[in-house]
């Protein structure tokens, strides 16, 4: 059955909306905001003025960066089918100087946007949830203009295998004890480490955003493999 595990996504990132920043914060070591930084610096669009998506936005921080490093007057959109994750998005815009920012609520596998309509998209650690990728991919395609940029950010087990298994012991015990201490949410602390076992390898992703028509694909690896950013074009 297609996209079956959609409504339990959502219900899991409804309930860990309220802690999720904070546990972002603590889980990775404040290593998320360097690596969200390194995803927006990584596209290749026009200063100023341009348009952006950003897919599975959650609680906006990709949003915040995109204006940062692309320029107040930069068009930002977000969309992500968790209301309560939108909220807190949208309570942290209300308090900043970016108002004109659009957000959405809607799924990543069938976005209601026109084709061609943005200059970069951009999905940070959404992707690993969505298991019909390839459908994913399509639609960020299609909404990109020719020469449009396209960025991935996402969560991966390093490939060393003694890294791997220092990574599997936190994951896999330190993580959802914190996580699930402060959520009060164990099950998503726990999927976690799970829905990043099940993400392919970097190369078999990176042949998967290639069938979906783009180009100039490839991937760089940050704080030792922990974490995966893919970068790629939309042709002319
Ligand atoms: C781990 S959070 C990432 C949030 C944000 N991008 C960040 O950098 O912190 C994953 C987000 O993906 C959203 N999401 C998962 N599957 C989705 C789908 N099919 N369509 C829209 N949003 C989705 C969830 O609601 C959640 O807000």
Redesign the pocket.
């Given at each position: 059955m297609k996209n079956a595990e959609?409504p339990f996504?959502?219900d899991m990132?409804n309930n860990i909306a309220p802690m999720y920043d904070f546990l972002?914060r603590l889980l990775s070591l404040k290593r998320?905001v360097k690596w969200?930084r390194k995803m927006v610096a990584s596209l290749d669009t026009p200063h100023g003025g341009a348009s952006f998506l950003?897919?599975?936005?959650?609680?906006g921080?990709?949003l915040f960066e995109i204006y940062r490093q692309k320029g107040i007057s930069s068009k930002v959109t977000g969309?992500?089918?968790?209301k309560n994750?939108l909220d807190i998005s949208n309570d942290k815009i209300r308090k900043s100087a970016y108002g004109k920012t659009s957000l959405i609520c809607?799924?990543?596998?069938t976005l209601p946007f026109a084709d061609g309509e943005f200059d970069g998209l951009t999905?940070?650690?959404?992707i690993r949830?969505?298991i019909d990728k390839k459908t994913a991919l399509l639609e960020f395609f299609r909404c990109l203009k020719p020469g449009g940029s396209l960025a991935i950010l996402e969560l991966t087990a390093p490939e060393n295998v003694f890294l791997h298994h220092l990574y599997m012991l936190y994951f896999e015990k330190v993580l959802p004890e914190i996580g699930g201490f402060f959520s009060k949410n164990i099950d998503a602390y726990s999927y976690l480490p799970q829905s990043v076992l099940k993400f392919p390898k970097n190369s078999e992703f990176a042949a998967t955003i290639e069938n979906s028509g783009f180009e100039k694909v490839c991937w760089e690896q940050l704080t030792l493999g922990v974490c995966t950013l893919f970068k790629a074009r939309k042709p002319l």
């Open positions: 959609l996504i959502k990132f972002n998320d969200r950003d897919v599975a936005c959650g609680t921080d990709v969309l992500d089918f968790s994750m809607g799924n990543a596998l999905i940070a650690f959404g949830n969505i």
